[in-house]
């Protein structure tokens, strides 16, 4: 396994050429470079601060494969893999648990929604079930369960430490010869007719043929750099921690109500982690734990988990999202500027859960080869305008694709 690196090692010189540079440390941007190096590229990965400094620095991240989007669940599934088998490759302690991920459902047309869900995702080799309020009981005492009609849940699914992943697909691409800069921010991307021939940065200027574009929320403005138009919106998300609680809480599932994305599991030492999407979060750059917003959290688990609703949150955290019109993700090759420009950014909650996979298809698509999962429809393409200035958003744009994604939280 994999020992940690001190930060200063990763301040060097630029090299002064690289066949591709990925623009961004975060999850995604780790997992390509790794997979890129691994397949023989040579690889320069920038980030403007420290690795998992954006998205990918939250404390705990959850990993599924429960989705209402084939391509979604695929994305999941291969990941869950890839994550089983993260201690042998790249070669890293990520602290992997998998109690499963539970979901609430509270009205009618949510079960129908996830019946539909279940299906498809077994077809596709994921073992969810709907549940019974017994089941649910014996999942997760805390859980009102007169209060939902239906549930859905997979044992496989669980959540990992992000920071662990990023410097773990980090080391594994320096291993493979790849170089790692942090606070190394890019600034421009020069082209010269048909081809990109370089990336400015705030410390110089390397040579390149190709960009991966893997900025999380920040990405819209580095596409600009690159000619492109992403649309991608960073809105905060902030999570609670208890203290450790007295007796100690049972191991539950990830467990979401799906009406108010209210969710909460096990978090050490013997305490929970809570967390809720707050719908009133204007679109901003802004990562500052708010207290106020803890009257919205405790009417959720007090709906939910009445047991819970005076537990004290002894601590909490705010990070950004990074979200797409039908939050879905940006998978792909842009077409329409010069050069090799790849984009993997808007995951809208769930990159983390699908670095694994997106940085084995990111790989293909540069290679040529077609990705082991058809990601054609997450191309930026579909939210291109036609001739009545109309985009095509929400549209089935590729294989499998089913419009917006509904299980996010």
Same mark, same amino acid.
């Given at each position: 396994?994999?020992?940690?690196?001190?930060?200063?090692?990763?301040?060097?010189?630029?090299?002064?050429?690289?066949?591709?540079?990925?623009?961004?440390? $975060?999850?995604?941007?780790?997992?390509?470079?790794?997979? =890129?190096?691994?397949?023989?590229?040579?690889?320069?990965?920038?980030?403007?601060?420290?690795? +998992?400094?954006?998205?990918?620095?939250?404390?705990?991240? $959850?990993?599924?494969?429960?989705?209402?989007?084939?391509? %979604?669940?695929?994305?999941?599934?291969?990941?869950?893999?890839?994550?089983?088998?993260?201690?042998?490759?790249?070669?890293?302690?990520?602290?992997?648990?998998?109690? $499963?991920? =539970?979901?609430?459902?509270?009205? +009618?047309?949510?079960?129908?929604?996830?019946?539909?869900?279940?299906?498809?995702?077994?077809?596709?080799?994921?073992?969810?079930?709907?549940?019974?309020?017994?089941?649910?009981?014996?999942? %997760?005492?805390?859980?009102?369960?007169?209060?939902?009609?239906?549930?859905?849940?997979?044992?496989?699914?669980?959540?990992?430490?992000?920071?662990?992943?990023?410097?773990?697909?980090?080391? &594994?691409?320096?291993?493979?010869?790849?170089?790692?800069?942090?606070?190394?921010?890019?600034?421009?991307?020069?082209?010269?007719?048909?081809?990109?021939?370089?990336?400015?940065? %705030?410390?110089?200027?390397?040579?390149?043929?190709?960009?991966?574009?893997?900025?999380?929320?920040?990405?819209?403005?580095? +596409?600009?750099?690159?000619?492109?138009?992403?649309?991608?919106?960073?809105?905060?998300?902030?999570?609670?921690?208890?203290?450790?609680?007295?007796?100690?809480?049972?191991?539950?599932?990830?467990?979401?109500?799906?009406?108010?994305?209210?969710?909460?599991? %096990?978090?050490?030492?013997?305490?929970?982690?809570?967390?809720?999407?707050?719908?009133?979060?204007?679109?901003?750059?802004?990562?500052?734990?708010?207290?106020?917003?803890?009257?919205?959290?405790?009417?959720?688990?007090?709906?939910?988990?009445?047991? =819970?609703?005076?537990?004290?949150?002894?601590?909490?955290?705010?990070?950004?999202?990074?979200?797409?019109?039908?939050?879905?993700?940006?998978?792909?090759?842009?077409?329409?500027?010069? &050069?090799?420009?790849?984009?993997?950014? &808007?995951?809208?909650?769930?990159?983390?859960?699908?670095?694994?996979?997106?940085?084995?298809?990111?790989?293909?698509?540069?290679?040529?080869?077609?990705?082991?999962?058809?990601?054609?429809?997450?191309?930026?393409?579909?939210? +291109?305008?036609?001739?009545?200035?109309?985009?095509?958003? $929400?549209?089935?744009?590729?294989?499998?694709?089913?419009?917006?994604?509904?299980?996010?939280?």
């Amino acid at each position: 396994m994999t020992s940690a690196r001190h930060p200063a090692d990763r301040r060097g010189r630029l090299p002064a050429r690289a066949e591709v540079v990925v623009v961004g440390g $975060g999850a995604i941007g780790a997992s390509v470079a790794f997979h =890129l190096a691994e397949d023989g590229v040579d690889v320069l990965l920038l980030e403007a601060d420290e690795l +998992a400094s954006g998205s990918s620095g939250k404390p705990i991240g $959850g990993v599924r494969a429960q989705f209402s989007d084939p391509a %979604n669940v695929d994305l999941g599934n291969r990941s869950l893999e890839l994550y089983e088998d993260f201690a042998n490759r790249p070669g890293a302690d990520i602290g992997l648990q998998q109690p $499963g991920y =539970l979901f609430l459902l509270p009205d +009618a047309d949510d079960v129908t929604l996830f019946e539909e869900s279940v299906a498809m995702q077994n077809e596709r080799g994921v073992a969810s079930r709907m549940l019974s309020p017994d089941a649910v009981r014996r999942l %997760n005492p805390y859980v009102d369960v007169d209060r939902y009609k239906g549930a859905a849940y997979a044992a496989r699914d669980g959540f990992a430490h992000p920071k662990a992943v990023v410097e773990g697909y980090a080391a &594994g691409a320096e291993r493979h010869g790849a170089t790692v800069r942090t606070h190394v921010t890019a600034v421009d991307v020069e082209t010269r007719g048909d081809d990109v021939v370089a990336v400015w940065t %705030n410390q110089g200027r390397v040579r390149t043929g190709a960009v991966v574009l893997c900025a999380g929320a920040w990405t819209r403005d580095v +596409a600009t750099k690159a000619g492109l138009d992403l649309p991608v919106d960073p809105y905060r998300r902030q999570i609670g921690f208890t203290p450790a609680l007295e007796p100690a809480p049972s191991r539950i599932p990830f467990t979401i109500d799906y009406g108010t994305t209210f969710y909460f599991h %096990n978090a050490a030492p013997d305490g929970l982690l809570l967390g809720i999407a707050d719908p009133a979060t204007p679109i901003a750059f802004e990562r500052t734990y708010d207290p106020a917003w803890l009257p919205l959290l405790r009417g959720a688990l007090g709906a939910c988990a009445p047991e =819970l609703v005076d537990v004290p949150v002894a601590r909490g955290w705010a990070g950004l999202y990074e979200m797409t019109p039908d939050h879905n993700a940006l998978i792909g090759e842009a077409a329409g500027v010069p &050069g090799r420009v790849l984009y993997a950014a &808007g995951f809208s909650g769930h990159g983390f859960l699908q670095a694994p996979a997106v940085g084995e298809a990111v790989r293909d698509l540069y290679a040529g080869r077609t990705p082991p999962i058809d990601v054609s429809g997450f191309s930026a393409d579909r939210f +291109a305008a036609d001739d009545s200035g109309t985009t095509t958003t $929400g549209t089935t744009t590729g294989p499998g694709r089913r419009g917006p994604e509904a299980n996010i939280i």
